[in-house]
């Protein structure tokens, strides 16, 4: 026998590079589908004329990452297949505020967690309402369902009025399977949302 020489060591490196490779492949074969909510068309509220500032949106920390979820149990989330295409309370807060801004064509609707701000409170300009939202769950439950939990503040920094405070619970059905579908009935939920924040501003 050669010295330095193993029998099979060829067979091995070729069979190593190749194991080494198919995971390689499959990542670089794999599709990634990004996904953002949509503004949806609801009701006129046209004797709304206030400035209001949509001042606040935060979601709960388990939302807040890239994977659309999905209840499996009473404790566990897993992802759907898609993916966020950003942070998601940014694109609930850019959603809301089109869907606020439809339905009260008379307000002057600004969204100050995108950096579309008003003056100073106070100011001339100030808005003489602030939206505070906090989304608790946007994802799909066990059975597949769009469910939307969320709480909203409203706030009069130019009035002694005391906040207006509400809750809200969503569930709808998508119209097919897959995250299509599921985006798009999470993005109607968000519409029924910005229906009661438009009530709430009506009646203050």
Not at 9 to 26: D, E, F, K, N, Q
Not at 27 to 35: G, I, K, Y
Request: aromatic share 4%; glycine share 8%; with cysteine.
């Amino acid at each position: 026998m050669t010295a330095g020489y193993l029998p099979g060591a060829t067979g091995r490196r070729v069979l190593l590079g190749w194991l080494l490779a198919v995971p390689i492949a499959g990542c670089t074969s794999a599709r990634l589908d990004w996904f953002r909510p949509v503004p949806v068309a609801g009701p006129v509220r046209a004797d709304v004329t206030a400035r209001v500032e949509l001042h606040d949106v935060t979601v709960a920390r388990a939302l807040d990452r890239p994977d659309i979820l999905r209840l499996a149990g009473d404790t566990r989330l897993v992802p759907t297949g898609g993916q966020w295409a950003a942070a998601p309370g940014d694109m609930i807060a850019a959603v809301l505020r089109r869907n606020l801004a439809d339905r009260l064509p008379a307000a002057t609707v600004t969204d100050a967690v995108n950096g579309i701000a008003t003056d100073v409170i106070g100011g001339a300009g100030a808005p003489a309402v602030l939206v505070e939202v906090g989304i608790d769950r946007f994802e799909a439950d066990a059975d597949g369902h769009a469910v939307l939990a969320a709480h909203f503040v409203l706030r009069h920094p130019r009035s002694p009025l005391p906040p207006t405070e509400r809750s809200v619970e969503e569930t709808l059905s998508p119209v097919g399977p897959g995250p299509d579908a599921l985006v798009l009935a999470l993005s109607r939920t968000l519409a029924r949302l910005a229906d009661r924040i438009a009530d709430a501003l009506t009646a203050s």
